[in-house]
């Protein structure tokens, strides 16, 4: 498995397949785990580190799986491929700026993740396409067994899987659904659904976790306490108060179907030409604009173009994705040329093959 | 188990279930959330102490996240934005009050270093992360209250290691069943109770006659 293939395929999570998947893109399960006889990543020291990642690395290789992992060494990575993984979604933006030893094993659909040596010495990340939680929590619970066949982790009775934060001990999970909900920030509703998630422990971030900004509407719903509630408790809890997200979101797209059909069809229609013919483009806009043609696919007013195809150019029209296909570093204005050049292309394509 | 004199530990971390009806409720544009309701502790966006207080700006659908610490924080609440001087000074006066009960400066339990990686519970406090998996047992005192905050829990339940030692496995069993029969109490289904003190009872003798 090469890292230059990722660029023409794209990660299994986006095939746009499985329950619900008008509104939920992905499912994703992570687990944090750490080992028993080593300082968290932290206050090793870089010899330490580099031992935590050969002992991991060699360990997460040679598990016997229908999905083999990969390993990278993170350090030894051009910045592009770092970056190129951080907008795949594979690796954390902490993983790949900070320094030393660290590595990340990834399966070739690209639904299994393994970070090393990240905040805990293990991230094992499982991210499925679709409302399709209990078979990440199946994969994800099987490949944290065959991994603790082969270490011991650091686990107490009373608190236990210890992570380097207090915030993840316990189970270290944290369970996320990635929701596309359009026409409730359209109709400026989706701050009640923040309130009302916050008031039940569940966090709203947007499309690359951690502090980042809810970009093309997308917002990652995830639960946040890891102590005294099951791995399953914690699941059931996300499983139960999605579907009446995804209830409001499609009552929000139906009212602004009603309040004015016409104004609505005119505003896809024309996001979709932009995208079809502009000569350069941020990726603000892109996000902005393939958003609503998203939304007009699932409402039935854009017909040539297929769901994967737009969540795949969600992520393919990203800085790192741009300048693997040129084989070169793009200056931001470059970026906005190239990036219009390939959304021509591709929508050109699509179009080709619809008809 | 001993875990009610530990959670009287004060931390300058809150429940956010202790905010409710607060003065941060009607505030309409700010989501504030404290650490408990916060996934990971965060760094102060202004300096490099960790953030205590955490604040969510919703603005038009978009979300801006602003994570300060003490000092920084003080500093924010008094620039309150225009739109907002209203409710401002209220919030103020809380956070001051908050502040203040903090624990006392020079407190000798948080220069107390671990023996194996050698952080103090104080160090620990002011990076947010923990050195080793020794620190749980360490500074078990001090983080009794902080994951009590945190999580509303402090006792673990869900998977464990296949490979942890059986002892370790039915003691956890037994914890696992003691939690149930509380829940059971409490909700009055003496049945259940009654059950599961039978399954605790038996599970007791079986270790007694291990050992």
Redesign the interface.
Known sequence: MKLDELTKTSGEWLRGSGPETDIVISSRIRLARNLARYPFPNRADNATRKEITQLLGSNLKELERSNPLYVWDIGSLEEVDRQLLVERQLISRDLAEKDGARAVAISYEENVSVMINEEDHLRIQVLNSGFSLDECWEAINLLDDQIESKVTYAFSDQFGYLTACPTNVGTGIRVSVMLHLPALVLTKEIQKVFQALQKINLTVRGLYGEGSQAMGDFYQISTQITLGLSEQQLIKKLQEVIPSILEWERRARKALVAANREALHDQISRAYGILQSAQTISSEETMHLLSSVRMGINLDLIHELEIPTVNELFIHTQPAHLQKLHGEKLESADRNIARATYLRERLAESNGTAE | MTAAVYTEVKTPFRR?TARKGSLFQPVPVF?H?W?G?????KKCSRCSKIATLHI?E?N??????LHLCESCAKMYLNQPPSNLEEEFPAVEVEFAELMEEDEPEDNPAEEIACP??G?TYKEFRS???????QD??VF?PQ?FG??DN???????????????PEA?QK??EL?KLRNELNEAVQQEDYEEAARLRDKINSLQEGMQEET
């Open positions: 956010p989501a959330s650490p309701s916060s996934t990971v502790m969510t919703i038009e659908g978009k979300v801006d996240e194996s990686c952080i990076k947010g992360r923990l050195g080793c998996p749980y047992i078990k983080l902080l994951l945190i999580h509303n829990a402090t006792q673990h339940k869900g998977k464990y290691p296949k490979r942890a370790s003691q956890f914890i």
